[in-house]
């Protein structure tokens, strides 16, 4: 006579479909893999300053969606700069030194990391190659402003 089946074996025939009826869900599309790295590969090009992949018509001009992409950088690290200065002088005021020493450091920080994108995008704007020096001693134009709709370049 047989044994009867163990309780776990029949948990165990459970589990198992339920795993290969979620197969997907678990372990994702086969392709997945490859439609991330292609977006990731759009982002170190497009940060890289290099041309990307050519396969998709893009709907504007690329210098368009350059200074769109750059200017979106600009005024978050700006605006944090700001929120990150003002942190600062709140803690100047309060004189806890080292908290306020953070916080410049971290406004120097993101300013610095600002920079390059805020004359990528002064550069498009002015369009002239304009030397670096100009533009470090002109604060208020490191803030993008969006571009006009007729704007060419």
């Known amino acids: 006579m047989p044994d009867p089946p163990s309780p776990f074996k029949h948990i165990g025939i459970a589990l198992g479909g339920y795993l290969r009826a979620r197969r997907e869900d678990l372990l994702g599309r086969p392709g997945a893999h490859r439609d991330a790295g292609r977006r990731l590969d759009r982002m170190i090009d497009a940060l890289a300053d290099r041309p990307a992949d050519r396969s998709a ?56 990391l600002a920079l390059a994108p805020a004359y990528r995008c002064w550069r498009i704007r002015s369009r002239t190659p304009g030397a670096v020096r100009g533009f470090v001693r002109h604060p208020t134009a490191w803030w993008p402003p969006p571009l006009p709709a007729d704007d060419g370049p």
């Open 57 to 112: 018509a893009p709907s504007a001009p690329a210098w368009q969606r350059r200074y769109a992409a750059d200017a979106a950088f600009v005024r978050a690290f700006l605006s944090a700069t700001v929120v990150a200065a003002l942190i600062g002088g709140y803690r100047v005021w309060l004189t806890d030194w080292a908290g306020a020493g953070a916080s410049l450091g971290m406004a120097f920080t993101l300013a610095g």
